[in-house]
């Protein structure tokens, strides 16, 4: 697949615009605030995003109230998002549950659901992991039992993202053999969800326990449906450790600038250099890999699976080694809780295992190759 990595005048303004909003309503002091209340959401920003920028129905079809555009504008998003540490379920919403959505248009669920999104009017999330973690479709065992008038689900589902304030929740379950994606309400009865303690405080996670739980049937016999939509997900989470890395590096090059050693500024050091010449690396390499992932989600192409595992794998491990530099070129200060450095260090462990860790997608990337 040949594809170009430049953006578009309208990309462009979209993410001045994004940036713009972000600086002034997602800097460090409103991240730390929202960190800090029950839900862990800022409905403010949330509610910003949707109505004055659009940012929920960037890929919904028109019909439906979206924009229609592509994935490579949702990227641009996303990357933003990424750069500010913006506590809003937008991956959830959109990255995943979305995602997995619109592979099935002909579903009446699908544009109710799609509608209220794209108006800002629904989060909306997917249950895939179950006790053990690990993220991964074909690990799925919890099953769907039918009754009289439809079908229930039991069991557990683990590291929800937002699944202790989704609306709606996508749940991967089996019925036989087979995959299926069915639909369960928020306030489902028979449904609990727990709030589960997270290193990143940024983005909530939750425990959901099923018991005899209402839900709709939305597709079965869907794996290569489910494996596409997540394969497009990690694309999206790749794009966002971007955004994250990018800032981090920006932020520590300023601080090597400015902190002073032996009478000259740190940068001034050859070790210093070495080391923020590797984040840079890093960093620009990272960008290409997750957007040739979006590119080729935004086109459907053979090479999704596979460009997706390489991009996932490979930005989850460079925004590591980023923010452990930053950490080590900042000294203790970097570690203490006034400084902005921990949380994007904290954000970088947990983006890397979700949707699945480095190793498990460079399995998969192996297994696609045919390795």
């Known amino acids: ?40 959401t800022d409905t403010v920003l949330w509610r910003g995003l949707a109505d004055e920028l659009g940012c929920h129905g960037l890929t919904v079809p028109e019909r439906w109230g979206g924009a229609g555009a592509s994935l490579v504008e949702q990227g641009v998003v996303f990357e933003e998002l990424g750069r500010f540490l913006a506590c809003v379920p937008y991956a959830a919403t959109v990255g995943l549950a979305l995602s997995l959505l619109l592979r099935f248009p002909e579903q009446d669920l699908v544009a109710d659901a799609a509608t209220r999104i794209a108006a800002g009017d629904l989060v909306a999330t997917v249950a895939l992991c179950e006790p053990g973690g690990v993220w991964d479709a074909r690990a799925v065992r919890m099953e769907a039992e039918r009754t009289g008038s439809g079908w229930t689900l039991s069991g557990t589902k683990t590291y929800v993202p937002d699944g202790h304030e989704a609306g709606l929740i996508l749940v991967l379950a089996r019925i036989g053999t087979e995959l299926a994606v069915l639909a369960v309400d928020g306030e489902a009865p028979g449904l609990v969800r727990t709030q589960l303690p997270t290193m990143d405080q940024t983005r909530r996670q939750a425990r959901l326990d099923f018991a005899g739980t209402p839900a709709r049937l939305l597709a079965t ?3 290569g449906e489910v494996d596409r939509a997540l394969a497009q997900s990690a694309a999206l989470l790749a794009v966002e450790q971007v955004g994250s890395a990018r800032r981090v590096l920006e932020g520590t090059t300023e601080y090597a600038k400015v902190r002073t050693q032996f009478g000259a500024p740190i940068g001034s050091f050859q070790a210093v250099k070495h080391r ?6 890093d960093v620009e390499a990272a960008r290409s890999a997750a957007y040739y992932a979006l590119f080729a989600a935004a086109a459907d192409d053979e090479e999704l699976m596979a460009a997706s595992s390489l991009a996932k794998a490979f930005c989850s491990d460079a925004l590591v080694r980023v923010c452990e530099a930053s950490v080590q070129i900042h000294g203790g200060i970097g570690l203490t809780w006034e400084h902005w450095a921990h949380l994007y260090f904290k954000r970088a462990r947990s983006a890397a295992v979700l949707l699945g860790d480095a190793a498990q997608h460079r399995e998969r990337l192996a297994c696609e190759i045919g390795l």
Do not use: C, P, Y
């Not at 005048?9 to 309503?25: G, I, V």
């Not at 923020?276 to 690396?281: E, I, V």
């Open 221 to 223: 016999g869907a794996d």
């Open 1 to 40: 697949m040949q594809i170009g990595l430049g953006f578009d005048t309208d990309q462009e303004e979209l993410r001045r615009a994004l940036r713009s909003m972000l600086s002034k309503r997602s800097d460090e002091g409103r991240v730390r605030e929202v960190m800090a209340s029950r839900s862990g």
């Open 276 to 281: 923020l010449a590797d984040m840079l690396l």
